[in-house]
């Protein structure tokens, strides 16, 4: 079975623009997650969609966004970048009960500029 | 969600078994354990999880006290791919982790 795929691996963007990143899920997973993780704040949850709704937020502003479609695959949204959105984005999939673990990606690493 | 205590560091002999403690004494009935690891520039890796029964699957064992308090990550045959940072996760839901600082796991020719 294909693990979770994300694009782009890297990416660089100057402050103030927005970015887009990808995930597509491991295949029958209808849970998808995304976290954040940086030197100084370690791995930090972002939020969590099944079935195309926003199931769990962590404490990110709104600026930080993201939509998952009927395929399962998701995507993830930074609005007017900072320095300090400089990190590793890593989305992970479950099957999407209670405690079904996750299984991350490889991560996009995107450089704020 | 239940904060967990691990040592910072650790090393281990090529081919013994790694024993990884993690203490949770706030653990809540609910909440499950989970072990994660991170290879330098991957994601994290899902080794194993369990409520309050011992578990094993083909990379580790998860031995958790019979007060839930504790538990051990046992990894039977360490080699040289299996330094990491391994992450020990308490939590009742398992898309939310909180993930703490880690156990840098380094093994040794």
């Known amino acids: 079975k294909a693990g979770v795929t994300q694009t782009p691996r890297y990416l660089i963007k100057t402050r103030g623009q927005q970015v887009t990143l990808s995930c597509s899920p491991i295949?029958?997973?209808?849970?998808v997650s995304w976290y954040q993780q940086t030197p100084g704040q370690g791995l930090q949850f972002l939020f969590e969609y099944f079935s195309e709704t926003q199931r769990n937020k962590g404490n990110f502003p709104g600026r930080f966004s993201g939509r998952q479609f009927s395929n399962s695959r998701s995507e993830m949204n930074v609005s007017t970048l900072e320095l300090g959105d400089s990190a590793l984005y890593l989305c992970a999939s479950s099957a999407g009960q209670n405690n079904s673990p996750l299984h991350f990606g490889n991560g996009t690493r995107l450089t704020v500029t | 969600d239940a904060k967990t205590t691990q040592p910072t560091s650790m090393d281990c002999a090529e081919g013994r078994a790694a024993n990884l403690p993690c203490n949770h004494s706030?653990?809540?009935?609910?909440?499950?354990v989970y072990w994660y690891r991170q290879i330098h520039s991957q994601g994290p890796q899902y080794i194993i999880h369990?409520?309050?029964n011992n578990e094993t699957n083909e990379m580790a064992s998860l031995i958790i006290t019979e007060d839930r308090k504790s538990s051990t990550l046992i990894l039977p045959h360490a080699t040289l791919r299996d330094t990491a940072v391994y992450y020990c996760i308490v939590g009742a839901s398992g898309s939310r982790l909180t993930f703490g600082e880690g156990t840098q796991l380094t093994v040794n020719p």
């Open positions: 369990g409520l309050k």
């Open positions: 706030t653990i809540s009935g609910n909440e499950y």
């Open positions: 295949s029958g997973h209808r849970s």
